[in-house]
Each structure stands twice: as structure tokens, then as C-alpha cells.
């Protein structure tokens, strides 16, 4: 039926209608790859509901999700969470920043010299083989368990991708960009500011997002072994009160926040990507 109207139609009509199909076309495969990530989570949020609602999971071991919102608002209007999230926020701006700079800086170093690559890679990759809590006990006999621990496990954290990235970027760059930058006659530093690092952005984007998605990670970690405020702390202190309601709430809050942050970065690094060399 479709294929008799086609053809009484004229060539005009049917590029039109063709051009109709094929916009709704691309417009359900957008949404469609816009709502299959969002699969998983809806099912799993969906068996949750079903869950308690039935009684499949005992209250005690997953409470229910009234309960966990309930749980949630009552943590916001007391403005305890508020106190919680910005103790969190904090230790994660100073540690992360510090620890994203020197790892820049470190990277482009070894990316740019040869010999500092010679003397210092190959101890910077025996090094960062130890994992981020493994230094937990050491650091804990030399500053204490106060902030500097918090701020200095979580620097390691972001140091690390940072500093990889940058170092591979760096070294990444096409040579066709290096000897148009030698026909044009640039110094070294037009070379780097100028053709290295604007080729080496994507790169170091990636290692940045993997970086916060470490230091987020160590943050939680290292709020739960010590530290007296913060969501780690408030995951902990559910859990010793065995309110598992307070620690799904927690957990929730961690998930939304480290998930808005990594979106915030995924945003930055596309505006940035485009900042190459023509």
C-alpha cells in the first residue's frame, strides 16, 4: 500500500517524504541512545520497589525506597546533610586541585625531556604500583589522622592519572604538527603552548575525569576509616547504628554527586577538545 501512494507521487513529494522518514528516523535513534543507559538503573530501581513492596527482601537487610527518601529529607531539612556534603566538597577541591597541577606539571616535564623521563618514570611507576590506601597507615603515623591525610591521599589519587595522561599527550602529538610548528619557525615555547598541548587536551580530559572518579573514590574511603563528618563518615555511623537506611541514603548522595561531577567534566573536556592546532 505504502510502496502504490510512493509511486503516484511525484519526485518532489517523495524526497519529501523521504526526508520526513529518515528525520524520524535519526530522531528515535537519538532518544534511543539517550534512554539505553538509563535501562539499567530503572530496572534495578523497579526490582527495588517490587522488592519491598512484596516482601521478596527482608526490611532489615534493604530497606524500602519510602524509607530511604523519607530518611533523605529528614538529613536536608535538619541541614545535617548540607554539613556533611560540603565537609566532603572541601577535602575533594583542595586534594584534587593539588593533586591535578602537580600532575600536570610533573607530566609535561617528563613529556617534554627525555632525561627527566630517564631518571624519574621509572621510580613513579614503582611508586604509584602501591595502592592509595596502602600509604593510609604510613601517612597516618606522620600527619595524623586530620585533614592533611585526607588532603594528601586524595592528591595521590588525581596525581597519578593526571600525570600519565599528560605524559602520553605530550608525546602523542602528530609529528606533522611539530614540523609544520619547525617550517614556521616557532621557539620552543610557541611549540608547546601552541601545537603540543592544544593536540594533547583530549588526552589529558580523560586522565582529569579519571582522576576526580580516584580521588572521589579515596575520598570515601578514607572518610570511613577517619574521619568524624563527611558522607564516608555518614555511610560508617549507619552502619555502626545499623540503620541501613541512612547508609543507602548516603550511598545515593555519593553516587548523584560524583555522577553530576563526572558529567560537569565530560562537558569541559568536549568544549576544550576542539582547541587543536589546524
Request: aromatic residues 8%; charged residues 10%; contains cysteine.
Amino acid at each position: 500500500m505504502a510502496n502504490s501512494i510512493a509511486r503516484t507521487l511525484n519526485p518532489g513529494q517523495r524526497t519529501s517524504l523521504d526526508g520526513t522518514h529518515g528525520h524520524a528516523a535519526n530522531v528515535a535513534r537519538s532518544l534511543g541512545w539517550i534512554a539505553l543507559p538509563w535501562l539499567v538503573p530503572v530496572a534495578c530501581a523497579v526490582l527495588w520497589v517490587l522488592g519491598s513492596h512484596y516482601g521478596w527482601i527482608s526490611p532489615q537487610i534493604l530497606p524500602s525506597p519510602t524509607l530511604v527518601f523519607d530518611t533523605l529529607g529528614g538529613l536536608a531539612s535538619t541541614g545535617e546533610l548540607w554539613m556533611h556534603i560540603g565537609a566532603s566538597l572541601s577535602r575533594i577541591a583542595v586534594g584534587f586541585t593539588g593533586g591535578v597541577v602537580l600532575g600536570l606539571l610533573l607530566g609535561a616535564w617528563l613529556g617534554l625531556s627525555r632525561t627527566a623521563e630517564a631518571y624519574i618514570l621509572p621510580s613513579f611507576n614503582a611508586v604509584v604500583q602501591v595502592p592509595v590506601l596502602g600509604w593510609l597507615p604510613f601517612l597516618m603515623i606522620v600527619v595524623g589522622i586530620g585533614e592533611p591525610l585526607k588532603y594528601l591521599l586524595i592528591g595521590h589519587a588525581a596525581l597519578v592519572p593526571v600525570t600519565l595522561s599528560t605524559l602520553q599527550g605530550f608525546r602523542r602529538t602528530p609529528p606533522a604538527y611539530l614540523d609544520v610548528a619547525r617550517v614556521f619557525r616557532y621557539s620552543r615555547h610557541q611549540a608547546i603552548f601552541n601545537v603540543i598541548l592544544p593536540s594533547a587536551v583530549p588526552v589529558i580530559g580523560t586522565g582529569i575525569r579519571l582522576a576526580f572518579t580516584k580521588a572521589w573514590l579515596t575520598l570515601v574511603v578514607v572518610e570511613l576509616v577517619a574521619s568524624s563528618e563527611g558522607l564516608g563518615y555518614l555511610i560508617v555511623y549507619g552502619r555502626q547504628l545499623f540503620q541501613l537506611d541512612l547508609v543507602l541514603a548516603s550511598v545515593l548522595i555519593v553516587g548523584a554527586i560524583g555522577y553530576a561531577a563526572d558529567r560537569l567534566l565530560s562537558v569541559l573536556e568536549h568544549k576544550l577538545s576542539p582547541a587543536r592546532p589546524a
